[in-house]
């Protein structure tokens, strides 16, 4: 902005000077402001490029966070169709260990009834043989054991 008021020649010339100073004040501003943007260009251009790895790593770690989650519930499904399974066999295993056990205690138990009942009988062999040797026996109610006899 000049002011321009004519006081003579002298005068105007050197308003005219001082707007030229003006000018190239303006303009080395200019240029000084142009040379700092030109500095800046380059930091700025290695903060862009270190943004695009940043962001890619950014993205790419989202993307194996995402995997993670996904492989995470895989897992998570995995294992509760392996426990489902694991304890569905226990039960059968659980089931199958009853089954023999009731099985070999029943089979025992006969086995000890069908025992006790021959006992029984040879008890009652042996008392009926020791009661017919004591009634008839001269010598003193012992007879001799016949093992043939008690086979039959």
């Known amino acids: 902005m000049r002011r321009a008021a004519y006081l003579g020649r002298d005068e105007h ?3 005219h000077h001082r707007g030229k100073g003006v000018e190239r004040v303006d ?3 200019a240029i000084r402001r142009y040379q700092q943007a030109a500095a ?3 930091l700025r251009w290695q903060r862009l490029c270190r943004q695009v790895p940043e962001e890619q790593q950014a993205e790419a770690e989202a993307q194996r966070m995402l995997a993670e989650e996904s492989v ?7 294992s509760a169709e392996l426990m489902r399974q694991a304890e569905e ?3 059968e295993l659980k089931r199958s260990a009853n089954e023999y056990c009731e ?3 029943r089979r025992t138990e006969e086995a000890v009834a069908e025992a006790y009942d021959e006992i029984k009988k040879s008890r ?11 009634a008839g026996s001269p010598s003193g109610g012992r007879a001799a054991y016949d093992a043939a006899a008690e086979e039959d």
């Open 103 to 105: 099985d070999a205690l």
């Open 89 to 91: 066999r226990s039960r």
């Open 72 to 78: 995470l519930n895989q897992a998570k499904q995995r």
């Open 40 to 42: 800046l260009l380059p």
């Open 13 to 15: 010339i050197v308003e």
């Open 27 to 29: 303009e080395a501003y």
């Open 124 to 134: 009652a062999r042996f008392r009926a043989a020791a009661s017919a040797t004591a």
